[in-house]
């Protein structure tokens, strides 16, 4: 069993009887990972993601401590106008994504179906709602989600407010822009100012948000010129840190650190020479912890993604001189919004841009955006005369990841690419995931959701 895993069951064996106790331990290991990541990191990996890396995982560990700070959200929500209130935003697919880097997802996932949750719903909700009902997460200051994207969003910030006393606002994104949806986006903006105004007892100041718009303009020149340089240069990293990169893109885009972070990567991917590896273009979040995945992606020479749908969901520039305005576009125009002929179109178009030697489409269990259209996905990319693979598994929950058939058909996908499989090649000595029948029981029936 590997650290993370031992430190889990600690924290496991707190989760029913004294959570406050096991939500002590996980803040623990969150500070301890960050003083690992600032003196003991991986020499491999390049700096920026060093600092990305670092940044990250001291964000929420310092969120979790101050709770009066923190704002639970999606990736889409409008983190700009929270920054402005003094608020951090931390989105519960990051904080379900740590909960597993503790090996603890089963018994949340588990707590969160004895309340009520179904079964079918997404595994980051689950747990996030899970650990919620255990009471192993801070009851934050406020909530936002929109209904775009993830038809569970809704659903589970209502529960957040409703069972668990999150003040929290869904900001309701129509499917096509026009003046008049822009219009109703932007009357909700100022409705979530007027209700953060209530809660925080501040103001908003609109320099400071066109101010953030700006920072959030030259981060996304660095970020662009970087994906384009990525295309001939290789850019150690690992699915962990490529993740990491919301942190940055999403959650913490207009603040000062990342348009540093990709600042960096844009300067330092010159130092790294061309290489000859097969870049691939991935689709949705890819299951990080997944063994095969994690063996062939992590810091590889061989096979590389170089391009990342959610990293460029939106990519114009934001009208600095009508904030709120360029927010509401931002979200009425993100690929993943309205009808699934625009993500088509996305992915046409980076396909033509960056020339990727192959796709994967990964289907998470619960996810119905990921599921719902890869069939057509799949039949435009190979008109575009790429391969493409589809994968099936759990971003979150290891029990319904079988690495067998992902192997299998992985492997079968690079001798496709002309790839050299991995044979015989050993293993890190990761834990099995716990069956249903192994994992302790839980019972959070007393919080059942209406």
Known sequence: MNVASIYGNMVRKNIADRSEKAGRQIIIGLDLETLLIRYAFDKRIPKAYQYLNYKGIKLVADALKNPSTLA??????????????????VSMECLSSYLSGFYIENTLVDGAESMGIAPTLCS???????????????????????SMVCDGNVNSFRALNDTFGVPSFIIDVPHEWSPENRRYVVLQLKELIGRLSEITGKTLDMDELSARLESENRAKTHFLSYVEKRQKHNFPNT?????????????????????????????????????????????????????????????????????????????????TAHPLEALADKMLLN??????????????????????????????????????????MKKKVLELGKPMLILDGDDVDRRNCPDGQIKTRFEAFLEELGVP???????????????????????????VLS
């Open 72 to 89: 639970y959200t999606n990736i889409f929500a409008p983190v700009e106008i929270l920054q402005c209130f003094g608020l951090t935003c």
């Open 124 to 146: 980051y909700h689950r747990t996030f709602l899970g650990a919620m009902g255990a009471g192993i997460l801070p009851r934050a200051r406020f909530g936002v989600t929109t």
């Open 239 to 319: 699915l962990t840190l490529m993740i990491f990169q919301l942190f940055a893109s999403h959650l913490n885009i207009g603040m000062d650190w990342a348009e540093e972070c990709f600042r960096r990567m844009d300067e330092e991917i010159d130092l790294f020479p061309a290489i000859d590896q097969k870049r691939i273009l991935f689709l949705h979040i890819p299951p990080y912890a997944e063994p095969t995945l994690r063996d062939y992606f992590n810091d590889s020479d061989r096979i590389g993604i170089s391009v990342w749908d959610f990293d460029l969901d939106y990519t114009e520039m934001l009208d």
């Open 335 to 376: 690929i993943y919004n309205g009808d699934y002929s625009r993500k088509l179109d996305a992915i046409t178009e980076m396909i033509r841009k960056y020339d990727p030697d192959g796709v994967i489409g990964f289907c998470s269990w619960g996810c119905r955006q990921s599921a719902g259209g890869i069939q057509l």
């Open 421 to 447: 499989t991995i044979h015989e090649k050993p293993k890190e000595d990761l834990p099995e995931a716990p069956s249903r029948k192994q994992n302790p029981k839980v019972d959070y029936s007393d919080r």
